[in-house]
């Protein structure tokens, strides 16, 4: 699955590529479960923000800046100060130092 992070593919590509109808690639990604990155203890510099994509709808992000890669997501109804300090509450308590 990692090949389709990044990177832009509709439905209709990724039919293309494997010769199966849309509805069979949308049945697949319904069922997908992501499964979360492991974090390694140790020092780290975040980065975090939110992506909607439809009212009520987001994905909030904590990268980290030095290895470029996401550390955590969660999905929000709305973007919140609450939400950012649960999520870096969830980085810590996971081994990681968050510098300054």
């Known amino acids: 699955m990692g090949q389709y992070i990044n990177g832009y593919q509709t ?33 780290c510099v975040i980065v975090m923000d939110t992506c909607y994509f439809r009212w009520g709808f987001g994905v909030m992000v904590f990268r980290d800046q030095r290895m470029k890669k996401n550390v955590y997501w969660k999905s929000v109804r709305h973007e919140t100060l609450g939400e950012y300090l649960s999520g870096i509450n969830h980085l810590l308590n996971r081994g990681l130092h968050i510098e300054e």
């Open 11 to 43: 439905l209709q590509s990724l039919s293309t590529k494997y010769n199966l109808s849309i509805k069979a690639i949308q049945k697949y990604l319904d069922n997908y479960q992501i499964k979360p990155p492991e974090i390694q203890p140790g020092s």
